[in-house]
């Protein structure tokens, strides 16, 4: 089977969200994030980015509204883009994320459809 495209997408407790790291987790932080990018670097084609709130929502009909917001459950705070062969193994290496360290978070894996 070929190799597939999935969308990682990180979301966090809204209070993780909120929580500023102090510097020393920070680099603790992204050291991890590195190490996870050199682990699989032949399968992560993109590390993606974090997403700053607030946003906006555009609705059909060309609603414009600010969001999302920090009272919601969840947020979503990231994404990144890995190749694999299948979708338990797209799992696999989300089970291994760095995000999964932050109370609350969750790794919510999409095959992409390819269009």
Do not use: H
Request: proline share 6%; hydrophobic share 45%.
């Amino acid at each position: 089977m070929a190799a597939q495209k999935y969308l990682f997408v990180y979301r966090n407790s809204a209070e993780s969200e909120a929580r500023m790291p102090s510097p020393a987790e920070m680099q603790q932080m992204l050291a991890q994030w590195s190490a996870w990018k050199a682990q699989y670097k032949d399968e992560i084609l993109d590390m993606g980015d974090g997403l700053k709130p607030p946003g906006k929502v555009v609705r059909a009909g060309g609603a414009i509204t600010d969001g999302p917001f920090m009272e919601a459950k969840e947020i979503v705070g990231g994404y990144s883009i890995v190749q694999a062969d299948s979708a338990e193994r797209a799992a696999q290496i989300a089970k291994t994320c760095p995000v999964l360290m932050m109370p609350g978070a969750s790794v919510e894996v999409r095959e992409m459809a390819g269009y």
